[in-house]
C-alpha cells in the first residue's frame, strides 16, 4: 500500500455556519468578544430580536430551558440512566413516531418521538401497557386512547411524549 497524504478537514468550511460565536447578550458582538467585529472568525448576527442565552434564560419556554428540564428528568429517573435497559417498540421503516421502553430498577417509561412535520398516529403492540399511563413529559398535541385492541398513541408534529407505564 503506497503511502499519501489525505485532504484535511480540519479548517474545511462545510460547517462553518454552525460554529459561529456564542450569542451570550444583547451587547456589542452579543457578548461574546470586545474585539473589533472585523476580527472575530466569523460575524455575529446584528439582527434585532436575535436569540441570545441571556434572553433564552428569561424565558421559560425556550429551547435552553426545555433542555435543562430534560436533563433534570433524565437525572432524577433511574430508567433514563445509561445502564437502563432499552426495547424498541415500534420502528417501522419510512414511517414514525419512533416508540422504545426504558426500564430499571422497577421503573418502565415509554418514549416516543416524531421528528416529522406531521402529526402521527401508531396502534402499539397488544401488552405494552396494562393500565393507563402516567405523563411525566408530554406536549398538547400528545394523546393516548385506550381503543379495542390496547392503545393507540398521537403525536404532533415535531413533538415527543414519555409516559410511566407498568
Known amino acids: 500500500?503506497?503511502?499519501?497524504?489525505?485532504?484535511?478537514?480540519?479548517?474545511?468550511?462545510?460547517?462553518?455556519?454552525?460554529?459561529?460565536?456564542?450569542?451570550?447578550?444583547?451587547?456589542?458582538?452579543?457578548?461574546?468578544?470586545?474585539?473589533?467585529?472585523?476580527?472575530?472568525?466569523?460575524?455575529?448576527?446584528?439582527?434585532?430580536?436575535?436569540?441570545?442565552?441571556?434572553?433564552?434564560e428569561s424565558d421559560p419556554d425556550s429551547l435552553l430551558n426545555r433542555v435543562r428540564s430534560l436533563i433534570r428528568t433524565r437525572k432524577a429517573l433511574p430508567?433514563?440512566?445509561?445502564?437502563g435497559d432499552f426495547k424498541v417498540i415500534y420502528a417501522e421503516s419510512g414511517k414514525l413516531p419512533f416508540v422504545y421502553l426504558r426500564e430499571k430498577a422497577g421503573q418502565k417509561l415509554m418514549v416516543a418521538l416524531n421528528p416529522s412535520d406531521k402529526a402521527v398516529s401508531v396502534d402499539l403492540?397488544?401488552?405494552?401497557?396494562?393500565?393507563?399511563?402516567?405523563?411525566?413529559?408530554?406536549?398538547?398535541?400528545?394523546?393516548?386512547?385506550?381503543?379495542?385492541?390496547?392503545?393507540r398513541l398521537t403525536l404532533g408534529p415535531v413533538s415527543g411524549a414519555m409516559y410511566k407505564v407498568n
Open 1 to 56: 500500500m503506497q503511502y499519501r497524504k489525505l485532504p484535511s478537514k480540519e479548517g474545511g468550511y462545510e460547517r462553518t455556519g454552525a460554529r459561529t460565536p456564542m450569542q451570550w447578550a444583547n451587547a456589542k458582538n452579543a457578548g461574546f468578544s470586545n474585539a473589533p467585529a472585523d476580527k472575530l472568525y466569523l460575524p455575529v448576527s446584528e439582527a434585532p430580536g436575535r436569540p441570545t442565552v441571556a434572553a433564552q
Open 79 to 83: 430508567a433514563l440512566q445509561a445502564d
Open 125 to 151: 403492540p397488544e401488552g405494552t401497557m396494562e393500565t393507563v399511563p402516567e405523563a411525566i413529559d408530554t406536549q398538547e398535541s400528545a394523546s393516548m386512547v385506550q381503543t379495542d385492541s390496547g392503545w
